[in-house]
Structures are given as structure tokens and as C-alpha cells.
């Protein structure tokens, strides 16, 4: 069963770069048809899609975050990234790592349990 976690600083300076790491365990993110998906979630208010990295390393972006979003991987950790750069207090909310056969519009079939990132200075 695969297991995802995220982890990276809880608290960002507005202006800064956000930047998150998942740890994936019991698969390898470049197993086949699989996408790995950064979901965030801000206080009151619905689950956002940011974007996503492919299984062969092709990423898809939301559109309204795509200018300030850049989603990697390090296959040999078996970690997908996120960095989101130009943070405001907007940015605050609980960040998760998902996998799923698709990006947006796709259901994901395994969550990290999220971590919370808190834009303040």
C-alpha cells in the first residue's frame, strides 16, 4: 500500500518561496499511468488542484497558479516537490501530496496526511 508524507517548513515570510518535499513508500512515483498531484486546502474553504508531475515527468499546472508554481521529483528519493514562489497570507492553508491516474478532474486514490503552511511575517 503506498504511503505519502509531506514535510517542509511550517511558516513562510510573505514574498518567499514555499517550497515542500512528499516521501512516497510502497511504490515508486515512476511506476506507469500514475500522477502526483499537490492539493492544497485554505482555511473554510474547498480543495484547490495546483498541478501535478506524470509518472515519465510531464507536469500539468492550474492555470491560475501555474506562474508562480513549479512541481518536480527526485526519482532516486521517490519524491515528488512543490515550490511556490511570491507567497502571500492568500497561500496559507493545508498542503497535500496525492496520487492519482490523471491531474485535475481525476480521483486520487492515495493522500498524505497534509501538512499546514502559514504565510505571516
Known amino acids: 500500500q503506498v504511503q505519502l508524507q509531506e514535510s517542509g517548513p511550517g511558516l513562510v515570510r510573505p514574498s518567499q518561496t514555499l517550497s515542500l518535499t512528499c516521501t512516497v513508500s510502497g511504490g515508486s512515483i515512476t511506476t506507469r499511468n500514475y500522477w502526483w498531484s499537490w492539493i492544497r486546502q485554505p482555511p473554510g474553504k474547498g480543495l484547490e488542484w495546483m498541478g501535478g508531475i506524470a509518472y515519465n515527468g510531464k507536469t500539468e499546472y492550474s492555470p491560475s497558479l501555474k506562474s508562480r508554481t513549479y512541481i518536480s521529483r527526485d526519482t532516486s528519493k521517490n519524491q515528488p516537490t512543490l515550490q511556490l514562489n511570491s507567497v502571500t497570507p492568500e497561500d496559507t492553508a493545508v498542503y497535500y501530496c496525492?496520487?492519482?491516474?490523471?491531474?485535475?478532474?481525476?480521483?486520487?486514490?492515495?493522500w498524505g496526511q497534509g501538512t499546514q503552511v502559514t504565510v505571516s511575517s
Open positions: 496525492t496520487r492519482g491516474m490523471g491531474g485535475s478532474g481525476y480521483q486520487q486514490d492515495s
